[in-house]
């Protein structure tokens, strides 16, 4: 298993893996990653300062990532989790919880001093893995994700 930064031949693998996985978990496909253009293209989405993303990978596949964003109107300090997503093979391995963990270090290392997350009770194995990072309940999204199907909200104190 290698955990490296996602490089420009990384895009179409991942955004299948966030595709497939939004609409197995039978969650809005508008409103979410799904739809959004920078899907197609993280490497670039992940070049803009203040961010990071994740990959994980066993054997030349790619099985997942986790990244770090400065998303427009958050309180200063603080960035989102984002496309979080793993393959059905890499689930359950604790290859998700590594690939936050990196993110985690990482957003530390940025400065940030809290990390914001969105995402549907459809989800409950993320959303249970995500309590059990120190992720808590907020009444409303932060932020402009532009992802407004969501409902949950979460943050995590760095």
Request: glycine content about 12%; proline content about 6%; aromatic content about 12%.
């Amino acid at each position: 298993m290698v955990f490296r930064l996602i490089q420009p031949s990384d895009n179409k693998r991942l955004a299948e893996i966030i595709r497939s996985g939004i609409e197995e978990f039978g969650v809005p496909l508008e409103g979410t990653a799904h739809t959004d253009p920078t899907t197609d293209d993280l490497y670039m989405l992940f070049r803009k300062s203040g961010s990071v993303y994740w990959v994980a990978e066993v054997d030349g596949l790619i099985l997942g990532g986790c990244g770090v964003s400065p998303t427009p109107g958050l309180p200063d300090g603080c960035a989102e989790l984002v496309r979080f997503f793993l393959s059905p093979e890499a689930r359950g391995k604790g290859i998700g919880k590594y690939l936050m963990q990196r993110c985690f270090e990482t957003a530390i290392t940025l400065g940030y001093r809290q990390l914001y997350l969105e995402t549907f009770p459809e989800m409950s194995s993320a959303v249970g893995m995500y309590e059990h990072m120190g992720f808590y309940y907020i009444p409303q999204a932060l932020g402009n994700s532009g992802h407004y199907s969501c409902t949950i909200w979460m943050l995590k104190d760095l």
